[in-house]
């Protein structure tokens, strides 16, 4: 990495993220109805924690906020449970969840911190599953729209920067975060193809409706970046690699932008023969909602080979080449391990110029404000007898990844803010409570909740005085 000093514009956000599944708890209290997140984290409650307690944000949130005060975060990034607004997520409205939430709201307010709040992460309301099998329906878009609405009225004479869905391009890939439970590979990517489609409409619909309820609004999606390397300077490695990054996420990014799917895009739902179902209003909906800026979530960065066509795979059945499209969550191309990178304990690749990169790309593409709303690492943490947490290796991480935003600030991309993921520890999608990610350490296990107390780990310390010196002191 070259010698840039860290350089940040003055009004700079220095956040902390988080989501409701993941921190709230609380989770069939104040009239909260059950989500997909909670569903799944149940089936793993005999192998790690669940969405029960998690770290229970629902009842201590006082104590939270005035750590975040104490941390002195000018933003906090958080997500509503649609499912505490309208429990079954399209009937009635559920005053005690608007309560919690203006609470919540109005506190942050009070200690100067600026709400930054994502409608949908991964929570869908399970009514919604129920009733319509979810995105797959065209009433779930409608659902989304009223909610969406809801929370802009109730909440958008103090909250004015929102993000739509956490993720869309990712959580599609994973069955269980969307409910696809077919064991036909076909049927499964025909009802991913409908839902995503669904979802950008729904984006469409909530960012039309924040401009029009809240005049000084922004808002956009959060996408979770991807940046592949090719394995080596052949052209099929090198084309593989830049598939990867446009299947994985560049589509989506389009797909906000231009209203419509890229031409790879398109050509592969056609091959697929998956093409969603679009009605003809659809059209002037995608292209006039403009997003204000683009949330990247970024953690680690990937290495492809091409992987040949397997001439044995049944043509008709699968007819588009498994080394082009391969929906499968991981399993595009053949994934290997880069061995000029270091990786976490969960095997993510440690790579901050590769967050330069991101945002290089990003910024170059779409002229378009960037925030980073994820970043971090995720490992087991060591609470020591005298009752702290000596997590320098998050320190590295972080710093390494600030002085990244920094340098593509210097290369001219223009940036709101850098909201880590996360304020304190949380459930982890597969590794519940074993692996951390927090500045603020919850004591608790997976099956042991202790006594649930705060505990700043010494990378609180540290991001409280990059805070102060606006990332001069790294
Ligand atoms: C992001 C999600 O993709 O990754 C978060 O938005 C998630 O919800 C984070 O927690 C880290 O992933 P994991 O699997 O370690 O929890």
């Given at each position: 990495m070259d010698k840039l000093k860290a350089k940040f514009p003055e009004k700079f956000l220095w956040g902390a993220s988080s989501s409701a599944f993941q921190i709230e708890?609380?989770?069939?209290?104040?009239g909260k109805g059950p989500t997909v997140a909670d569903v799944n984290s149940f089936k793993r409650s005999h192998l790690q924690a669940d969405s029960?307690?998690?770290?229970d944000f629902f009842h201590h949130w006082p104590e939270d906020i005035a750590l975040m005060k104490e941390m002195g975060l000018n933003l906090y990034r958080f997500s509503i449970a649609w499912a505490r607004i309208m429990p079954d997520g399209d009937g009635e409205i559920n005053q005690a969840g608007i309560d919690f939430y203006n609470n919540v709201i109005n506190c942050l307010l009070e200690h100067g911190i600026q709400p930054f709040i994502?409608?949908?992460?991964?929570?869908?309301?399970h009514a919604l599953v129920e009733k319509y099998n979810g995105w797959e329906s065209r009433e779930c878009v409608k659902a989304f729209e009223r909610y969406a609405k809801v929370c802009f009225e109730a909440f958008g004479d103090r909250v004015s920067s929102w993000q739509v869905h956490n993720e869309q391009n990712l959580m599609v890939r994973v069955n269980e975060r969307v409910n696809i439970?077919?064991?036909?590979s076909w049927e499964a990517d025909r009802q991913r193809a409908q839902m995503d489609y669904h979802m950008f409409l729904a984006h469409a619909l909530a960012v039309k409706a924040c401009h029009s309820i809240i005049p000084e609004g922004k808002i956009g999606p959060a996408v979770s970046s991807t940046c592949t390397y090719p394995e080596s300077n052949q052209p099929e490695d090198v084309w593989a690699a830049k598939l990867n990054d446009w299947f994985k996420t560049d589509y989506c990014l389009d797909m906000h932008y231009y209203g419509c799917y890229p031409g790879y895009y398109m050509r592969y739902l056609e091959e697929r023969n998956i093409v969603p179902i679009m009605m003809p209003e659809d059209e002037g909906i995608l292209k006039d909602a403009k997003m204000d800026f683009i949330a990247v979530n970024y953690y680690r960065t990937l290495c492809v080979s091409y992987l040949p066509a397997?001439?044995?795979?049944p043509v008709g059945e699968r007819a588009f080449p498994i080394n082009q499209v391969?929906?499968?969550?991981?399993?595009y191309f053949h994934h290997l391990k880069n061995e000029h990178l270091a990786s976490s304990e969960y095997g993510a690749q440690i790579d901050p110029l590769g967050l330069r990169t991101v945002l290089n790309n990003y910024y170059q593409k779409y002229h378009l404000p960037l925030i980073v709303t994820e970043n971090g690492l995720g490992t087991a943490d060591t609470l020591t007898e005298?009752?702290?947490?000596?997590?320098d290796y998050r320190i590295d991480y972080l710093k390494a990844h600030i002085l990244a935003c920094s340098q593509a600030i210097e290369d001219g991309v223009e940036m709101m803010g850098y909201s880590p993921w996360s304020f304190m520890d949380l459930l982890s999608s597969h590794e519940g409570f074993k692996k951390r990610y927090g500045f603020v350490y919850i004591n608790r296990e997976d099956h042991d909740l202790k006594d649930m107390s705060r505990i700043k780990k010494d990378s609180f310390y540290w991001y409280k005085r990059v805070i102060e010196t606006n990332g001069e002191e790294l």
């Amino acid at each position: 990495m070259d010698k840039l000093k860290a350089k940040f514009p003055e009004k700079f956000l220095w956040g902390a993220s988080s989501s409701a599944f993941q921190i709230e708890g609380g989770w069939a209290e104040g009239g909260k109805g059950p989500t997909v997140a909670d569903v799944n984290s149940f089936k793993r409650s005999h192998l790690q924690a669940d969405s029960k307690v998690a770290s229970d944000f629902f009842h201590h949130w006082p104590e939270d906020i005035a750590l975040m005060k104490e941390m002195g975060l000018n933003l906090y990034r958080f997500s509503i449970a649609w499912a505490r607004i309208m429990p079954d997520g399209d009937g009635e409205i559920n005053q005690a969840g608007i309560d919690f939430y203006n609470n919540v709201i109005n506190c942050l307010l009070e200690h100067g911190i600026q709400p930054f709040i994502t409608l949908y992460h991964f929570d869908l309301p399970h009514a919604l599953v129920e009733k319509y099998n979810g995105w797959e329906s065209r009433e779930c878009v409608k659902a989304f729209e009223r909610y969406a609405k809801v929370c802009f009225e109730a909440f958008g004479d103090r909250v004015s920067s929102w993000q739509v869905h956490n993720e869309q391009n990712l959580m599609v890939r994973v069955n269980e975060r969307v409910n696809i439970t077919t064991e036909d590979s076909w049927e499964a990517d025909r009802q991913r193809a409908q839902m995503d489609y669904h979802m950008f409409l729904a984006h469409a619909l909530a960012v039309k409706a924040c401009h029009s309820i809240i005049p000084e609004g922004k808002i956009g999606p959060a996408v979770s970046s991807t940046c592949t390397y090719p394995e080596s300077n052949q052209p099929e490695d090198v084309w593989a690699a830049k598939l990867n990054d446009w299947f994985k996420t560049d589509y989506c990014l389009d797909m906000h932008y231009y209203g419509c799917y890229p031409g790879y895009y398109m050509r592969y739902l056609e091959e697929r023969n998956i093409v969603p179902i679009m009605m003809p209003e659809d059209e002037g909906i995608l292209k006039d909602a403009k997003m204000d800026f683009i949330a990247v979530n970024y953690y680690r960065t990937l290495c492809v080979s091409y992987l040949p066509a397997d001439d044995k795979h049944p043509v008709g059945e699968r007819a588009f080449p498994i080394n082009q499209v391969d929906f499968d969550q991981y399993g595009y191309f053949h994934h290997l391990k880069n061995e000029h990178l270091a990786s976490s304990e969960y095997g993510a690749q440690i790579d901050p110029l590769g967050l330069r990169t991101v945002l290089n790309n990003y910024y170059q593409k779409y002229h378009l404000p960037l925030i980073v709303t994820e970043n971090g690492l995720g490992t087991a943490d060591t609470l020591t007898e005298d009752g702290k947490v000596h997590d320098d290796y998050r320190i590295d991480y972080l710093k390494a990844h600030i002085l990244a935003c920094s340098q593509a600030i210097e290369d001219g991309v223009e940036m709101m803010g850098y909201s880590p993921w996360s304020f304190m520890d949380l459930l982890s999608s597969h590794e519940g409570f074993k692996k951390r990610y927090g500045f603020v350490y919850i004591n608790r296990e997976d099956h042991d909740l202790k006594d649930m107390s705060r505990i700043k780990k010494d990378s609180f310390y540290w991001y409280k005085r990059v805070i102060e010196t606006n990332g001069e002191e790294l």
